[in-house]
C-alpha cells in the first residue's frame, strides 16, 4: 500500500507538470493566432475567448494520452536513476505487480480520455460550427478597426472610424466614402450608430449631425448637405451552414453508419482511451535505464515509438475511410502490434514466467 501511494503520487506530480508545460505552449501559440486574426479583422474581439476556449478544449483528448506516456516514462526513468526500482524488487514487489499498480491511475486517464473523444469533443465540434456560423451572419461593421482605413465585403465604401465604443454599437468622428461609376459621395459625422430594423431585419449605419458631399453628374460641382440624421444600410452576408466534419458527429451515429469514413472516425475514437493503456504499459518497459544512462536515457526511443505508433494509426485511420482496410479489421491490427511489442519486450526484460497462470507456476 505503502508502495502503490508512493508511485500514485510521483506520476501524478509528474504528469501535472508535464501536462500543464504542454497545455501552456499550445495555448500560447493559439492565443497569438488569434490574436493575429483579429488584427487583420477575420475575427471579431468578443470571440476570441470562445474560440480560444474551444481550441484548448477540442485538444485535451489529444494531449492527454501523450502527457501521461511521457509523466510514465519520465517517472520511472527517475527509480531505475535512484535504485529505487532496485528497492521495490528487494522487498519482493514482482514486476507484473508493479504493471498492474501502473494500471491504477492509467485507467483513470483513458476514462477521462475516452469521456472527452466519445462525447465532449464531438460537442465542442458542434458549437464551434454553430460560432462560425453565427459570426458569418454578423454585419461587417463587427470587424472594423478604430484608426485605420476599413473595406466592407460587398461594398465600395470605405470606413473611417477614429474611435469605437466598447459595445461597438457607437461610432466618433467617422467618415465614409463611396459612389459607383466613379461619382463621389462622402459623409462625414461626429458620431454614428449601428440600427437594426426589427420588421426587415436590414442593418443600418445611422450618422447624426453630419455632412454629405456629391458631385453634381451634369456641372460637375461639389455639393454639400447638411442633415440632423443619415441612414445608410449594411449589406448583409449571405451564409450557408458550415458542412460539418465527422469530429462533430455523435458517436451513437457513426456506430449505425455504414459509410467506411464514419467507421474511420469511430476506430480513431475507440483509439484514443485503449491508446492510453497500451502506451502506459509499453512506457513502463522502455524507461528501462542503468544509474549511468541517467533518467532521460530512454526519452528519445520512447518518443520515436510514440510517433510511429500515432503515424500508423493515423495512416490506418486514412485507410478505413478509403476503403483499403474493411472496418471489421479497423485499427486492430495496430492495437495488437503494439501488445506483441509489449510482450516481446517483458519477457526479454523479466522472462516469462509472470506471465503463466498460476498453476502452471507451481509445476515449474
Given at each position: 500500500?505503502i508502495?502503490?501511494?508512493?508511485?500514485w503520487k510521483?506520476?501524478?506530480?509528474?504528469?501535472?507538470?508535464?501536462?500543464?508545460?504542454?497545455?501552456?505552449?499550445?495555448?500560447?501559440?493559439?492565443f497569438?493566432?488569434y490574436?493575429g486574426?483579429?488584427?487583420?479583422?477575420?475575427?471579431?474581439?468578443?470571440m476570441v475567448?470562445q474560440?480560444?476556449?474551444?481550441?484548448?478544449?477540442?485538444?485535451?483528448?489529444?494531449?492527454?494520452p501523450?502527457?501521461?506516456?511521457?509523466?510514465?516514462?519520465?517517472?520511472f526513468?527517475?527509480l531505475?536513476?535512484?535504485n529505487?526500482?532496485?528497492?521495490?524488487?528487494?522487498?519482493?514487489?514482482?514486476?507484473?505487480s508493479?504493471l498492474?499498480?501502473?494500471?491504477?491511475?492509467?485507467?483513470?486517464c483513458?476514462?477521462?480520455v475516452?469521456?472527452?473523444t466519445?462525447?465532449?469533443?464531438?460537442?465542442?465540434q458542434?458549437?464551434?460550427?454553430?460560432?462560425?456560423?453565427?459570426?458569418a451572419?454578423?454585419?461587417?461593421?463587427?470587424?472594423?478597426?478604430?484608426?485605420r482605413?476599413?473595406?466592407?465585403k460587398?461594398?465600395?465604401r470605405?470606413?473611417y472610424?477614429e474611435s469605437i465604443?466598447?459595445?461597438?454599437?457607437e461610432?466618433y468622428?467617422?467618415?465614409?466614402?463611396?459612389?459607383?461609376d466613379?461619382a463621389?459621395d462622402?459623409?462625414?459625422?461626429?458620431?454614428?450608430?449601428?440600427?437594426?430594423?426589427?420588421?426587415?431585419?436590414?442593418?443600418?449605419?445611422?450618422l447624426?449631425d453630419g455632412?454629405r458631399?456629391?458631385?453634381d453628374?451634369v456641372?460637375g460641382?461639389?455639393l454639400?448637405?447638411?442633415?440632423?440624421?443619415?441612414?445608410?444600410?449594411?449589406?448583409?452576408?449571405?451564409?450557408?451552414?458550415?458542412?460539418?466534419k465527422?469530429?462533430?458527429?455523435?458517436t451513437?451515429?457513426?456506430?449505425?453508419?455504414d459509410?467506411?469514413?464514419?467507421?474511420?472516425?469511430?476506430?480513431?475514437?475507440?483509439?484514443?482511451?485503449?491508446?492510453v493503456?497500451?502506451?502506459?504499459?509499453?512506457?513502463?518497459?522502455l524507461?528501462?535505464?542503468?544509474?549511468r544512462e541517467?533518467?532521460?536515457g530512454?526519452l528519445?526511443i520512447?518518443l520515436?515509438a510514440?510517433?510511429?505508433y500515432?503515424?500508423?494509426l493515423?495512416?490506418g485511420?486514412?485507410w478505413?475511410?478509403?476503403?483499403?482496410?474493411?472496418?471489421?479489421?479497423?485499427?486492430?491490427w495496430?492495437?495488437?502490434?503494439?501488445?506483441?511489442?509489449?510482450?516481446?519486450?517483458?519477457?526479454?526484460?523479466?522472462g516469462g514466467?509472470?506471465l503463466l497462470?498460476?498453476r502452471?507456476?507451481?509445476?515449474?
Amino acid at each position: 500500500m505503502i508502495i502503490k501511494r508512493y508511485l500514485w503520487k510521483e506520476l501524478l506530480f509528474t504528469f501535472g507538470a508535464v501536462f500543464l508545460v504542454l497545455v501552456l505552449i499550445m495555448a500560447g501559440h493559439t492565443f497569438v493566432r488569434y490574436m493575429g486574426f483579429v488584427a487583420e479583422g477575420r475575427v471579431s474581439a468578443d470571440m476570441v475567448l470562445q474560440l480560444f476556449g474551444i481550441k484548448l478544449a477540442k485538444a485535451m483528448g489529444q494531449l492527454l494520452p501523450f502527457a501521461w506516456f511521457i509523466s510514465v516514462t519520465l517517472t520511472f526513468g527517475r527509480l531505475y536513476k535512484d535504485n529505487e526500482m532496485t528497492i521495490f524488487s528487494a522487498v519482493g514487489l514482482p514486476s507484473i505487480s508493479l504493471l498492474r499498480l501502473v494500471m491504477g491511475p492509467t485507467l483513470l486517464c483513458a476514462a477521462l480520455v475516452a469521456l472527452f473523444t466519445f462525447y465532449l469533443d464531438p460537442l465542442n465540434q458542434e458549437y464551434y460550427y454553430k460560432l462560425t456560423d453565427q459570426a458569418a451572419t454578423q454585419s461587417e461593421m463587427s470587424a472594423v478597426t478604430a484608426g485605420r482605413f476599413n473595406t466592407i465585403k460587398g461594398s465600395d465604401r470605405v470606413f473611417y472610424v477614429e474611435s469605437i465604443s466598447d459595445d461597438r454599437q457607437e461610432m466618433y468622428n467617422i467618415f465614409i466614402q463611396g459612389g459607383s461609376d466613379g461619382a463621389l459621395d462622402v459623409f462625414s459625422a461626429p458620431r454614428a450608430r449601428q440600427m437594426v430594423d426589427r420588421e426587415s431585419g436590414d442593418r443600418y449605419l445611422v450618422l447624426q449631425d453630419g455632412y454629405r458631399f456629391e458631385r453634381d453628374p451634369v456641372s460637375g460641382d461639389l455639393l454639400r448637405y447638411e442633415y440632423e440624421e443619415a441612414s445608410i444600410r449594411i449589406e448583409q452576408p449571405e451564409v450557408t451552414s458550415s458542412s460539418r466534419k465527422r469530429r462533430a458527429y455523435p458517436t451513437e451515429q457513426l456506430w449505425l453508419s455504414d459509410d467506411p469514413k464514419d467507421s474511420a472516425e469511430l476506430h480513431w475514437r475507440l483509439a484514443m482511451p485503449l491508446s492510453v493503456l497500451l502506451l502506459s504499459l509499453l512506457a513502463v518497459l522502455l524507461s528501462y535505464t542503468t544509474p549511468r544512462e541517467g533518467r532521460f536515457g530512454k526519452l528519445f526511443i520512447a518518443l520515436l515509438a510514440y510517433i510511429i505508433y500515432s503515424n500508423l494509426l493515423g495512416m490506418g485511420k486514412s485507410w478505413i475511410a478509403a476503403g483499403k482496410v474493411d472496418p471489421l479489421i479497423g485499427l486492430w491490427w495496430i492495437h495488437l502490434l503494439a501488445v506483441l511489442l509489449i510482450i516481446t519486450l517483458y519477457i526479454r526484460r523479466y522472462g516469462g514466467y509472470e506471465l503463466l497462470p498460476q498453476r502452471f507456476r507451481r509445476h515449474k
